[in-house]
C-alpha cells in the first residue's frame, strides 16, 4: 500500500510539473516576441514545487502528500495567472510563495509542540485584538475597508494572520473545556474579533472568523441547537449590517440585477459573468482572454480570468480541488485523537471552505460579492502566506495521525514494553504530543 501511495503521488507531482511546464512554454509563444523570461520563470516555479515537495517529504514522513501536492497546483495556477497578467507581480508572488514556504515550516515547528501554544494562547490573544485594535488609528483604507498597514512602502493585511491566530487559540481553549457554560472566553475573544472587524468595514473577514468558531464550537461541544442559535445570532448581525452600511446594501442590489446599474456599480459583476460565459466550457486558451477589462482581475475577481482562459470545466476542478483539500482536512481532523490537534484541523479546513466558497460564489453570483481573496491563487502575500500557514496545520495534524497509528502498530506486534522510544524522543515528559490529560478523546 506504501508503495502504491509513493507511486500516486509521484503520478501527481509529475502532472502539476507537467501544467507548469506546458503553461508557461506556451506564454513564451504567446506574445510578438519569443518571451524567454517565462522559461525562467517556469524553472524557478517548478524548483519550488519540488522544494515544496521535498521538505515535507523529509519533515514530515506521515503528511499528507495528495493534499500537498494540489495546493502546489492551485499555487501553479495562480503563478501562471499572474505571469500572464503583470509578470512584475508575478514576481513578487512567487516571492510571497517562497516566504509562504517558511512560515508553512515555522507551524509545522509550533504544531510539533501543541502544549507550547496553551501557554502562548492568551498573549496571542492580546496581541490579536490589540492589532485589530491599532488599525481603528493607523489601519490604511483600501477598498472599502480599514484593515491594511502600510511599513516601509510594502503593504499586508494583519487580520489574515489573526484568522490563523484565532484558530490555534479557539484550539487550545476548547480543547481543555467541552461544556458550553465553559467556553465564554473563547466565544467573547471571536465576538471581539468578529466586532472589530465590521468597525473597520472588513465583512468579510468577519464573516469568515464567525463561521470558523461556529464549526469549532460544534466539533468541541457536539451541540447543534447551540451552534444553530449562533448562526442565527449571525444572520441578524448579517441582517443589521445591511441597514447600517450604506455599501452593504449597494452589494445587494447589484447582486440582484448588476445589468441594472451596468455602467457604474455593476459594472464589475457584469464584466466577471460574461468573461466566464465567453470562455465557455474549454476556455479560450491561455493568453486570449480579455482578463484586464474585469475591475480587481488579479485578486477578487481572478476565478472569473480562470474560466475566460482555461473554461467553466476547469474552473469546476478548482472548486472540486478545494471541496478534496476540505474533505481530507476533515477526515484528518476526525482521524486524531488529540482534540487540540483535531480541533485545529477543523479550523484551518472550515477557514479554507469558507473562504473559497464565499469568493467563488460572490464572482458566479451565488450569494452578494464580498472582497476576499481565493487560497492560494490570488495576488497577495498576506493572504498567500497564511493560507500555508494554514497548511501547515493541516500537515503536521496528518503526519501527527499518522505517527500515533505507527507506534499503535508496533505496540500490537511487539507489545508496548519494547524499548521502542521514536514518540517519547520527540513528546518527553512536556506533552509534546499529549497535550493535557483532557486532550485525549
Known amino acids: 500500500m506504501g508503495s502504491f501511495k509513493r507511486i500516486g503521488v509521484a503520478r501527481v507531482l509529475a502532472a502539476v510539473l507537467l501544467f507548469a511546464f506546458a503553461a ?9 516576441a519569443f518571451d524567454a ?3 525562467l520563470f517556469m524553472a524557478l516555479v517548478m524548483l519550488l514545487i519540488l522544494v515544496q515537495h521535498m521538505l515535507l517529504a523529509w519533515l514530515l514522513p506521515h503528511g499528507d502528500r495528495l493534499m500537498a501536492m494540489l495546493v502546489s497546483f492551485l499555487m501553479t495556477v495562480g503563478l501562471v495567472i499572474q505571469y500572464r497578467l503583470n509578470s512584475s507581480n508575478a514576481l513578487n508572488q512567487l516571492v510571497f510563495s517562497c516566504i509562504g514556504i517558511v512560515a508553512m515550516l515555522i507551524m509545522l515547528v509550533l504544531m510539533k509542540k501543541p502544549v507550547v501554544m496553551l501557554y502562548l494562547r492568551i498573549p496571542a490573544a492580546i496581541a490579536s485584538v490589540g492589532i485589530l485594535l491599532a488599525l481603528l488609528f493607523i489601519g490604511k483604507e483600501y477598498g472599502g475597508a480599514v484593515n491594511w498597514i502600510s511599513i516601509a512602502g510594502i503593504m499586508f493585511q494583519p487580520s489574515e494572520f489573526v484568522k490563523v491566530a484565532m484558530i490555534l487559540i479557539l484550539a487550545g481553549s476548547m480543547s481543555e473545556k467541552t461544556e458550553v457554560k465553559k467556553l465564554i472566553m473563547p466565544t467573547l475573544f471571536a465576538v471581539t ?3 472589530l472587524l465590521v468597525i473597520q468595514r472588513d465583512l468579510g473577514a468577519a ?4 463561521m470558523v468558531y461556529l464549526t469549532m464550537f460544534y466539533a468541541s461541544t457536539g451541540k447543534l441547537g447551540t451552534t444553530l442559535l449562533g448562526a442565527a445570532a449571525c444572520g441578524a448581525g448579517a441582517t443589521a449590517s445591511y441597514f447600517i452600511f450604506d455599501h452593504v446594501r449597494r452589494r445587494v442590489a447589484v447582486w440582484q440585477d448588476p445589468w441594472a446599474t451596468y455602467s457604474t456599480s455593476g459594472f464589475q459583476i457584469a464584466q466577471g459573468l460574461m468573461a466566464i460565459a465567453s470562455g465557455g466550457l474549454w476556455g479560450m486558451g491561455l493568453g486570449e482572454g480579455s482578463p484586464k477589462l474585469i475591475p480587481a482581475y488579479q485578486t477578487d475577481y481572478i476565478f472569473a480570468v480562470i474560466c475566460e ?3 467553466i470545466v476547469f474552473g469546476i476542478g478548482i472548486m472540486a480541488i478545494y471541496l478534496l483539500i476540505v474533505i481530507r482536512g476533515c477526515m484528518t481532523a476526525l482521524n486524531s485523537n488529540n482534540r487540540f490537534v483535531s480541533l485545529c484541523a477543523f479550523g484551518a479546513s472550515a477557514l479554507i471552505a469558507v473562504q473559497a466558497f464565499i469568493i467563488i460564489g460572490g464572482v458566479i453570483k451565488l450569494i452578494p460579492l464580498t472582497g476576499i481573496t481565493m ?3 490570488s495576488y497577495g502575500g498576506s493572504s498567500l502566506i497564511a493560507c500555508m500557514m494554514l497548511h501547515g496545520i493541516l500537515q503536521s495534524a496528518a503526519d501527527y495521525n499518522g505517527r500515533m497509528l505507527e507506534r499503535e502498530l508496533y505496540d ?3 507489545g508496548a514494553d519494547n524499548g521502542y522510544d521514536e514518540y517519547d524522543d520527540e513528546a518527553g515528559d512536556d506533552g509534546a504530543y499529549e497535550y493535557s490529560g483532557e486532550g485525549e478523546a
Open 193 to 195: 474579533v468578529a466586532a
Open 375 to 377: 487560497p492560494y491563487v
Open 412 to 414: 500490537e506486534q511487539y
Open 24 to 32: 508557461f512554454v506556451l506564454l513564451s509563444f504567446s506574445k510578438e
Open 37 to 39: 523570461k517565462a522559461l
Open 309 to 311: 482562459e482555461f473554461g
Open 207 to 210: 464573516m469568515l472568523m464567525a
